[in-house]
């Protein structure tokens, strides 16, 4: 397994490889079908969601609000993604067209699956990977379905809040 190291003083541990991203870009709509607005900083409340977002819980307006779920609090995004589309499928994707609210650079985003990291000085847990679907295609008008399948970007519960910003670090829970 890559991620357990045998060692004479530990067998069989767990060790989460180490990493440190960036996040590149935030965006958040108030409603369904709204464009995504960028925005230089957001704010996270524990337990709830990005504050001015269509998921914030408590008052949902986005496309998948009839279906609430504690686990879709931040939805992250690898900007890697964004250059894998372009150079293996020729499909400009811009950063506000994923409809995820974080961007980031050099995170490994399927592999945090059930772990906990900070995104700037907020805690995260990580819930399950987002899952495309045929909207995303209508609104913007791309035929991304397919090459988003297990690269969609992150579903995340918010552990600890605070504020976001461009430029923040991304990093593992030691």
Not at 51 to 58: L, S
Not at 113 to 139: D, K, N, Y
Request: charged fraction near 25%; include cysteine.
């Amino acid at each position: 397994m890559l991620d357990t190291l045998n060692s004479p003083s530990t067998t069989d541990s767990a060790v989460v490889p180490a990493w440190t991203g960036v996040v590149r870009h935030l965006h958040i709509t108030p409603r369904a079908f709204l464009p995504m607005r960028e925005m230089p900083e957001l704010q996270l409340i524990a337990g709830k969601g990005v504050e001015g977002d269509r998921y914030m819980i408590g008052r949902e307006e986005g496309f998948y609000s009839h279906k609430p779920e504690d686990g879709r609090q931040v939805t992250l995004f690898e900007f890697e993604t964004l250059v894998a589309l372009k150079r293996d499928h020729s499909i400009d994707l811009g950063p506000e067209e994923h409809r995820r609210n974080v961007t980031v650079a050099g995170v490994p985003l399927t592999h945090l699956v059930g772990r906990q990291f900070w995104l700037g000085e907020t805690l995260l847990e990580a819930t399950r990977l987002s899952i495309p679907c045929r909207h995303i295609e209508e609104i913007t008008g791309k035929a991304i379905f397919d090459p988003l399948i297990n690269r969609s970007g992150l579903n995340c519960r918010i552990l600890q809040g605070g504020t976001v910003r461009v430029g923040d670090a991304v990093r593992n829970v030691q």
